[in-house]
């Protein structure tokens, strides 16, 4: 988690996590108790990846005209997607997209 923020802060933040204010702690704890948060890790047991979804769609997401009519509930939404710095590049994102899809089906 602290690498990514570093990591961010350091580069342009397309993702917009900032220590200060996003994902806060209490967020990702949040997340990890709701079971809405799923990990990659290396053969180490070292976390390198994370991705939080759930049904809750943020403001604006009501305005496109989506391919697909689905209820709040009929939809997973990706609001977390990251990779420790040291493991980009090797499917680590790939890896987790993969997983979720399959949770989502």
Do not use: C
Not at 16 to 25: C, F, L
Not at 56 to 78: F, H, M, Q, R, T
Request: proline share 6%; hydrophobic share 40%; net charge negative.
């Amino acid at each position: 988690y602290r690498r990514i923020i570093d990591y961010s802060g350091e580069t342009v933040d397309f993702s917009r996590w900032h220590a200060e204010n996003h994902p806060t702690p209490q967020e990702v704890a949040d997340w990890v108790e709701a079971g809405n948060l799923y990990l990659a890790a290396d053969a180490d047991g070292n976390i390198v990846g994370a991705v939080m979804l759930d049904h809750e769609a943020p403001g604006g997401y009501e305005k496109p005209d989506w391919a697909i009519e689905a209820g709040p509930d009929e939809v997973l939404i990706v609001h977390v997607l990251g990779v420790s710095p040291d493991h980009r590049g090797k499917g680590v994102a790939r890896f987790l997209l993969d997983g979720v899809i399959e949770v989502a089906r």
